[in-house]
C-alpha cells in the first residue's frame, strides 16, 4: 500500500493515470517530476566530524600512504589522536629503554620513512581505560578493512600488548607481528 502511494506521488503517471487527462481542471496539472526516494538502509553514514588535531596530522604525514588514508577515515567515525608515527634512532632506543617497544633502532616498523606503523588513542585519553582502546581498535580495523589495507593491531598480540599500536602487514616479513 505504501509503495502504491509513494509511486504515485513521485512516478510519472501511467497511461490509465487521471493526471494529465482531459477530465475536469486537472488536465491543466503537470504530471509530477520524477523524485529518488532514499534508501536509508542502503546510505554510507557520513564521518561525524574531523577529530585529528595539527599535531597528530603532522605526526601522521610520516607515515604510509595506506596509513594516512585509514587513520583519516577512522578518525571521522571515532575521536582520536596520533601520537607516534614515524621515530628516529633516539627516539627508538628511548622507547626500547622505557620498555614501550621491545626492538632498538632501526628494527622497528617506526624506524622507516614513510613509517609503516602509527600508534593511535582515543580522545579524551585515559591510559587505564581499556575498553575505549578496544572500541577504537574495531573502529581502525573496519576502515581498513573497507579500504583493502592489511592491518595488524598490538592489542592482538599474545605477548606484548600494544594496544595504541598499529602496522602494515608485510607478508614477506619474518616478524609480521611483535614487530613495534
Request: with cysteine.
Amino acid at each position: 500500500m505504501l509503495k502504491h502511494l509513494l509511486r504515485r506521488l513521485f512516478c510519472q503517471p501511467s497511461r490509465n493515470s487521471p493526471v494529465g487527462d482531459n477530465r475536469g481542471d486537472r488536465s491543466s496539472v503537470p504530471a509530477p517530476a520524477v523524485v529518488p526516494i532514499p534508501d536509508p538502509i542502503r546510505e554510507v553514514p557520513k564521518p561525524v566530524a574531523d577529530t585529528l588535531s595539527k599535531l597528530s596530522r603532522e605526526r601522521l604525514s610520516q607515515c604510509h600512504p595506506d596509513l594516512q588514508r585509514v587513520v583519516e577515515l577512522a578518525a571521522g567515525r571515532y575521536p582520536m589522536a596520533v601520537i607516534q608515527g614515524h621515530r628516529g634512532e633516539k627516539e627508538q632506543n628511548e622507547a626500547f629503554s622505557r620498555g614501550n617497544s621491545k626492538l632498538k633502532w632501526p628494527n622497528s616498523k617506526h624506524n622507516s620513512l614513510p613509517s609503516m606503523a602509527v600508534d593511535l588513542v582515543p580522545m579524551p585519553l585515559d591510559w587505564n581505560n581499556v575498553k575505549r582502546f578496544d572500541e577504537l581498535a574495531v573502529v581502525v580495523k573496519a576502515a581498513a578493512k573497507e579500504l583493502g589495507v592489511e592491518l595488524v593491531w598490538g592489542g592482538d598480540w599474545k605477548s606484548f600488548k600494544d594496544r595504541p599500536h598499529y602496522e602494515l602487514r608485510r607478508s614477506t616479513s619474518p616478524n609480521s607481528s611483535n614487530s613495534n
